[in-house]
């Protein structure tokens, strides 16, 4: 069997990771693209036993059947499915997959605090990308906040909000969490009413939920309401969401592109987004991350 690891991207796993990985008996190789293409995956997983996942590419049921020593992938944050859609293959060949829960929880809460003001305060309408001087812009304590999904992010989102004063926090969540209720004097609503009321929503929901905003709730939010995504890529409706954003003068930061190229040509203070994932590209979190994932995959290696 081999003993080499494959790692993809260089903003993970530093020389000291490579150390312990080469301690423990393994050589690494990597490939030093964010995002590779399902021909350049497929070449570099042969002869794998080990694969860290660091960028943004996309591991396909195709590069999973190419894998021919592959027994652990780990993913250097939390929400794995959306890039690796072959995980139902993996599991089949029983290929172990791992992700690093908790790494990046402070970074993309820290961002999309960032994209909320950024919005709120209309930064991108009061520089030199606009002829704008002078406007009264909205501060976090006028408005009515809605947080989808009280995970770790959705969690750490609203504690940094109620640490800002921030009193009008709204949630929806799968299950409710009382205590936290209680703890933080939030108040849960059905997610139809976060989308109809709430004049700022910041979602945080795993991917694998799917697309759980579609038409018939985006059609609920408000004109002039703020839309902040920096989790899953999937979760919107973006055909809708588009055409509502034209008709109610929507405010939407995105931390990923989309491929809907109408979504370009629309303002900066309508449409802002991030060129790939932003959100947990700190160097704390890189550095939590990179410690679990290679921790993570001696343990399954070796175990």
Same mark, same amino acid.
């Given at each position: 069997?081999?003993?080499?690891?494959?790692?993809?991207?260089?903003?993970?796993?530093?020389?000291?990771?490579?150390?312990? *990985?080469?301690?423990?008996?393994?050589?690494?190789?990597?490939?030093?693209?964010?995002?590779?293409?399902?021909?350049?995956?497929?070449?570099?997983?042969?002869?794998?036993?080990?694969?860290?996942?660091?960028?943004?590419?996309?591991?396909?049921?195709?590069?999973?059947?190419?894998?021919?020593?592959?027994?652990?992938?780990?993913?250097?944050?939390?929400?794995?499915?959306?890039?690796?859609?072959?995980?139902?293959?993996?599991?089949?060949?029983?290929?172990?997959?791992?992700?690093?829960?908790?790494?990046?929880?402070?970074?993309?809460?820290?961002?999309?605090?960032?994209?909320?003001?950024?919005?709120?305060?209309?930064?991108?309408?009061?520089?030199?990308?606009?002829?704008?001087?002078?406007?009264?812009?909205?501060?976090?304590?006028?408005?009515?906040?809605?947080?989808?999904?009280?995970?770790?992010?959705?969690?750490?989102?609203?504690?940094?909000?109620?640490?800002?004063?921030?009193?009008?926090? &709204?949630?929806?969540?799968?299950?409710?969490?009382?205590?936290?209720?209680?703890?933080?004097?939030?108040?849960?609503?059905? *997610?139809?009413?976060?989308?109809?009321?709430?004049?700022?929503?910041?979602?945080?929901?795993?991917?694998?939920?799917?697309?759980?905003?579609?038409?018939?709730?985006?059609?609920?939010?408000?004109?002039?309401?703020?839309?902040?995504?920096?989790?899953?890529?999937?979760?919107?409706?973006?055909?809708?969401?588009?055409?509502?954003?034209?008709?109610?003068?929507?405010?939407?930061?995105?931390?990923?592109?989309? &491929?809907?190229?109408?979504?370009? &040509?629309?303002?900066?203070? &309508?449409?802002?987004?991030?060129?790939?994932?932003?959100?947990?590209?700190?160097?704390?979190?890189?550095?939590?991350?990179?410690?679990?994932?290679?921790?993570?995959?001696?343990?399954?290696?070796?175990?």
């Amino acid at each position: 069997m081999s003993n080499k690891i494959l790692v993809t991207d260089s903003l993970f796993i530093f020389d000291e990771h490579v150390e312990q *990985l080469k301690a423990a008996g393994f050589e690494v190789e990597k490939l030093d693209k964010p995002q590779a293409t399902e021909e350049e995956l497929c070449k570099a997983v042969k002869g794998k036993v080990g694969y860290i996942l660091g960028g943004i590419e996309k591991v396909t049921d195709k590069v999973i059947n190419t894998a021919d020593e592959l027994k652990a992938i780990i993913f250097t944050g939390a929400d794995w499915a959306g890039f690796i859609p072959g995980h139902e293959v993996a599991t089949k060949k029983e290929i172990a997959i791992a992700n690093t829960p908790g790494a990046n929880t402070y970074a993309v809460a820290e961002y999309t605090l960032t994209l909320m003001l950024i919005m709120l305060r209309k930064v991108l309408e009061l520089t030199r990308v606009s002829d704008k001087t002078f406007m009264t812009a909205q501060s976090l304590t006028d408005v009515k906040i809605g947080v989808v999904g009280m995970g770790r992010i959705g969690e750490r989102v609203t504690r940094m909000l109620k640490g800002l004063g921030v009193e009008d926090i &709204n949630y929806w969540n799968r299950t409710r969490k009382l205590e936290l209720e209680k703890e933080l004097g939030l108040k849960y609503l059905p *997610l139809e009413e976060i989308y109809s009321t709430c004049d700022l929503i910041s979602y945080h929901v795993s991917s694998r939920a799917g697309q759980l905003i579609g038409k018939d709730l985006i059609k609920r939010i408000k004109k002039d309401s703020i839309i902040i995504n920096a989790g899953s890529d999937v979760a919107y409706d973006v055909a809708a969401l588009y055409d509502k954003i034209i008709a109610n003068n929507l405010h939407v930061a995105f931390d990923y592109n989309l &491929n809907d190229k109408r979504y370009k &040509n629309l303002p900066l203070t &309508n449409w802002f987004c991030s060129n790939s994932s932003t959100a947990y590209n700190t160097y704390a979190a890189n550095k939590l991350a990179s410690d679990m994932a290679t921790q993570s995959i001696i343990n399954l290696l070796k175990t």
